[in-house]
Structures are given as structure tokens and as C-alpha cells.
């Protein structure tokens, strides 16, 4: 049966003797309409030198240049590399309320494509301090490998950022991306056992903050990746790294 439908007349009511009100209602209506261009456009005030090499290299970007106010709303962010795993530019691609954030994957992934990215790294960001990904993260998280896949672009990493810190997808084996898991050497084993030999040192009475983060197994995983990524990537010494970090945190 078809559906049926009350007719009406329609009508117009208009309270001045120009046009130029409707006029611009409909041309917001037609823009709508209209295939837009995709423009990439740079920020000189974010500038960033040097290659991403470990995901404390993205927080560190994401966290000083881009997320004002993390702990206010949600932000999603996305960073497109060369081949080089260079930043060829970010697409600060939604910001939402205090627990959600909508993410288009066809227009992000129409970004990339535009960008001739190779690599993507997405990211966003838990107001509430909490670095536990939720199913949805874990679900946006396949469905952005999957549409990347079909332009063969790889999804290197997913990084939930906190004012304190950060969960990355790639560094957990969170099954759910496909990207490079960096394997350690025997040189960077060795320096493993020394970062443990150092966390074991940290109290509440040298490094508090540390400390505090470390009490549960997460934070301590936590605490662990950050040392290890400033060891490897500042050549710094193990026990630099930690009173170093506490400062850092006393600042924020």
C-alpha cells in the first residue's frame, strides 16, 4: 500500500520588502549541496622537527600543541606521515563533550588520502583522566583500519591522552590495530633491566608523584613506558629519567 500524505499549499510570509534574508537561506541551503574541495592548510605555531619514533613523540605533540583544555571536552585528532614517519601535517578533526567526540572515518580517511599520508596515527582524549579504552574506542579503532586499508594506508597507532599521561593501542597489542610493533634489542633489554632497578628506588618520600602513579598495575606500566621512551629517544641514563619525570609532573 502507498504511503498517503495530507496535501497542503505551502506559503510564504514575508515582513520586509527585500529578498536578501530568503536569499541567504537558500544559498546556506545550496552550499549544503555542493561537492567542497578538501584544503589542507598549516599551522606555523605547531611547528614539529624530526621523525615519530615512539608514541610519548606523538603525546608530547598532541599535549603541548594541540589539546587546550583536555580535561574539559573530548578531541579527536589525526597525524599523517610520509614514509619517513614524518608529520606531513594533523586534522583536528572534532571536539565533542566532557565523555564523547563523533568521528566521520570517510571524511578522516578523505584527509589522508588528500594528504598522500602513508601512515596515520588517531588520537583522542579522556577528559576523566581514566586510560582504560572503552569497546567503542576499540571498535572506531577496526573501522579506521579497515577504510585505510583500501588506500594502503596503514594505522600505526590509536593514543588515548590524559593530563598525565597516555594509553597507546600499538605498545598494549590491542588486538584491534595493525600497525608496526617495535621489538626490543639486546642493548635495549639491558636498559630495561636498569629502568626496573630504578623504579624499584622510587618512594613516596623521593618521587611522590611517581609513586602514586605506580600503585596500580596500570600506572606502573605507565610510568615504565615513559621512562623507557625517554631513555631510548633522549639518550638520557635511567636514573636521570626519574627525578626528571617528577618534576615534570609537580609542574603540571
Not at 41 to 60: C, M, R, W
Not at 136 to 149: C, F, I, M, P, Y
Not at 154 to 173: A, C, P, Q, W
Not at 182 to 188: D, F, H, R, Y
Amino acid at each position: 500500500m502507498a504511503y498517503k500524505a495530507n496535501k497542503a499549499t505551502p506559503q510564504m510570509v514575508f515582513d520586509k520588502d527585500t529578498y536578501s534574508e530568503l536569499e541567504k537561506e537558500l544559498d546556506a541551503i545550496e552550499a549544503q549541496f555542493k561537492v567542497r574541495e578538501i584544503e589542507i592548510t598549516f599551522n606555523k605555531e605547531a611547528l614539529f622537527f624530526g621523525d615519530i619514533k615512539a608514541s610519548v613523540d606523538v603525546y608530547s605533540f598532541l599535549k603541548n600543541r594541540i589539546l587546550k583544555g583536555i580535561e574539559v571536552q573530548e578531541h579527536f585528532i589525526a597525524i599523517f606521515l610520509s614514509q619517513a614517519n614524518k608529520i606531513i601535517g594533523y586534522y583536528h578533526h572534532s571536539t565533542g563533550t566532557i565523555n564523547a567526540t563523533m568521528v566521520d572515518i570517510e571524511l578522516l580517511t578523505a584527509v589522508a588520502v588528500k594528504t598522500l599520508a602513508k601512515a596515520v596515527i588517531i588520537s583522542h582524549n579522556h577528559p576523566s583522566g581514566n586510560l582504560t579504552p572503552s569497546e567503542a574506542d576499540r571498535s572506531l579503532t577496526r573501522n579506521v583500519v579497515k577504510a585505510l586499508k583500501y588506500f594502503d594506508i596503514m594505522l600505526i597507532d590509536h593514543i588515548i591522552v590524559t593530563k598525565h599521561g597516555y594509553y597507546s593501542f600499538n605498545e598494549k597489542r590491542e588486538s584491534s590495530i595493525v600497525g608496526y610493533v617495535p621489538k626490543l634489542s639486546p642493548k635495549e633489554k639491558k636498559l630495561r633491566e636498569e629502568i626496573l632497578r630504578q623504579l624499584k628506588r622510587v618512594t613516596a618520600a623521593n618521587a611522590p608523584n611517581l609513586f602514586e602513579m605506580m600503585q596500580s598495575p596500570q600506572g606502573y606500566e605507565q610510568v615504565e613506558q615513559l621512562v623507557i621512551d625517554k631513555v631510548l629517544h633522549d639518550q638520557m641514563v635511567p636514573a636521570a629519567v626519574i627525578p626528571l619525570l617528577e618534576t615534570e609532573l609537580t609542574m603540571i
